[in-house]
């Protein structure tokens, strides 16, 4: 069975160790990895796409010594590697502009105030993996926990 | 078995490689088919690897297969038909044919849920008989699982609702020659004298789809009473009303008509699936981006059923299986019914289609052969009343694709559907013996 990852990038150890625990229930069908900073989330990214398995959702703060959350972002859409990684904002304090260059340069999929919400967050999250394993057309069957019954079912009818 | 040949041997063996396959799934089911067809044009077609097909005196070696007639099987009229059903489903889901029709034919049922539940039984059964019963199911439990909430707690009758649509999907697809795949499969046997068109194909199946279809309501009432007084569906959107979307509307109306009326016209099913393809092509209604919705998984994993009957059948082996094993001296009413149930017990726990793939060759072959089935409506009775079985699988969310997508909207467990599936297959397998019988009096099953 493939891997997906759900990649946690904040400079904040606090924060981290909050967004991880939400994201436990999710543990048993996705791989939570934790990141404090753009550089070492990077690296994490290619080692998991060298392995041949999924970065399928990456979370990310914005405003993190040296890099920004929406540098990360911008970078992965970018890359072919990552083209179907689903990305999520999760910020306080991003300002106008960041924000407008993360939805039309790195086509932003979610976009959360911290703090967030533990039911906000699970669905954003199987809602984004749902469409990850669609785009990707992993057997679905294999994931059934982490599935968003309506994005489910809203790309099966169109198939024959 | 003395004397078999080395073609022959290795069609034994492709067999069985297929079975272990299909069965087991180390690879997907559709990814045996293409190895059933690879291995056969290496080792046994006329084409094949050299010292593979050249081994041996041409007495030993047996009857190689013209490797053109193995890759026809990509292409088979049977697929087009397929393809012609494909390209009509995805018409009327871009064109929002299928949920425009869905909100009208609801309309009637008003909002007693029990009336409700059968009006959505019957919208899914006619829906999954030309579209696939997977996509059906998907469209109908998305219109359906937002409603859901509205189930007192602890009512039963959200898991009778859930039920319900993937039951009368897998119910429903027996209804048309293009309704599963493996009443695609039984096309194949079911040429020359047991040809049988669409139109007698609806004939025949309706009356059984309509009645274990009620039975399949009452069930599911009776084992998940319905607390909740009211429920209320809302099925979003309007009736398209430009250029393309009236060529969908009369396409699809016209396919339909055609194929029921061959018998006017001249034109078998194979050929009226075109009319879809090429109008759809033609005016730009089904585009490029829109062919890679095509299930092409679906038409290669009958494909490969369709080359391993072929193979069964050119090599000669299926001749000399049934020459050797002395099924004339089985009752016959024992060989149908327990081969009946052997493909409803597999089609419960693998493919349908697989299990198709694998049973009607094996059939048909003994169809031929047994002349005390004659009585009973002979090959053709047989490979109906087996195809039938094989939409039986029920009881589990592995049987099919549509049980599947009900069990992940988490409103079941296996144990809620295995109960009353195990019972609707059982009921439906009786149903399949007096519709059998029913036929036979009416003389369905006479030699044209």
């Known amino acids: 069975m493939d891997k997906l990852y759900v990649l946690c990038v904040d400079d904040q150890r606090e924060v981290l160790n909050a967004l991880t625990q939400d994201l436990e229930p999710f543990e048993t069908s996705l791989m939570i990895e934790e990141c404090e900073s753009v550089n070492e989330a990077w690296e994490v990214m290619e080692s998991i796409d060298a392995n041949g398995d999924h970065v399928a959702i990456l979370i990310t703060d914005q405003v993190m010594p040296a890099n920004t959350g929406v540098d990360l972002l911008k970078r992965a859409k970018s890359d072919p590697r990552f083209q179907d990684t689903r990305t999520v904002l999760l910020t306080g304090l991003a300002t106008h502009q960041d924000t407008i260059d993360a939805i039309n340069t790195a086509h932003l999929d979610n976009y959360v105030e911290k703090p967030w919400s533990k039911e906000g967050i699970h669905q954003i999250i199987k809602v984004l993996t749902t469409k990850y394993l669609l785009s990707k057309g992993i057997d679905y069957n294999e994931y059934t926990e982490v599935l968003d019954q309506q994005t489910l079912f809203e790309t099966l009818r169109k198939t024959t | 078995m003395d004397g078999l040949t080395i073609v022959e041997q290795r069609v034994i063996a492709i067999f069985f490689m297929a079975a272990l396959f299909w069965i087991l799934e180390p690879i997907p089911i559709y990814a045996t088919s293409l190895l059933i067809i690879f291995l056969e044009l290496i080792a046994i077609s006329t084409k094949g690897l050299n010292f593979l097909v050249e081994s041996g005196s041409p007495e030993k070696l047996g009857s190689l297969i013209p490797y053109k007639d193995i890759l026809h099987t990509f292409a088979s009229p049977i697929i087009i038909l397929f393809l012609g059903g494909f390209f009509l489903a995805m018409a009327a889901t871009k064109y929002r044919l299928d949920q425009n029709l869905a909100k009208v034919l609801l309309k009637p049922f008003g909002e007693n849920p029990k009336w409700v539940m059968l009006g959505l039984m019957i919208i899914t059964a006619v829906f999954s008989m030309f579209m696939s019963n997977t996509a059906t199911t998907a469209m109908m439990l998305s219109i359906l699982v937002p409603v859901m909430a509205v189930f007192l707690p602890g009512d039963k009758g959200r898991m009778a609702f859930t039920l319900a649509i993937p039951f009368a999907a897998n119910i429903g697809g027996i209804g048309t020659p293009i309704g599963t795949p493996p009443n695609a499969v039984a096309l194949k046997y079911l040429t020359g004298e047991n040809y049988i068109s669409f139109g007698e194909w ?247």
């Not at chain 2, 009369?250 to 396919?255: K, R």
Request: glycine share 6%; hydrophobic share 60%; net charge positive.
């Open chain 2, 202 to 448: 609806m004939v025949m199946a309706l009356p059984f789809v309509v009645v274990l279809l009620l039975i399949a309501w009452l069930l599911l009432l009776a084992i998940y009473p319905i607390k909740t007084e009211k429920i209320k569906l809302t099925i979003q959107g309007s009736w398209l009303k430009n250029r393309k979307a009236y060529i969908v509307y009369i396409t699809f109306a016209l396919t339909i008509l055609m194929w029921l009326t061959d018998f006017v016209h001249g034109m078998n099913s194979y050929i009226v699936a075109m009319i879809p393809v090429a109008v759809f092509s033609a005016f730009d209604i089904i585009n490029k981006n829109d062919l890679k919705n095509i299930s092409w998984d679906v038409l290669w994993l009958v494909s490969g059923g369709i080359a391993l009957g072929l193979a069964l059948e050119a090599s000669g082996l299926a001749e000399r299986l049934v020459q050797t094993i002395p099924f004339g001296t089985f009752s016959p009413l024992l060989i149908i019914s327990s081969i009946t149930i052997v493909a409803m017990v597999m089609a419960n726990f693998m493919s349908n289609t697989a299990t198709a793939n694998l049973l009607l060759p094996l059939v048909a072959a003994l169809g031929i052969s047994l002349s005390s089935l004659d009585a009973f409506g002979g090959n053709k009775m047989i490979i109906i009343a087996v195809t039938i079985s094989c939409s039986m699988g029920m009881a589990l969310p592995i049987s099919t694709p549509p049980n599947a997508l009900a069990f992940a909207t988490g409103a079941i467990e296996s144990k809620n559907m295995a109960k009353p599936g195990v019972i609707i297959a059982l009921i439906g397998i009786l149903l399949n013996y007096l519709l059998m019988y029913l036929l036979g009096i009416v003389g369905f099953f006479n030699v044209q």
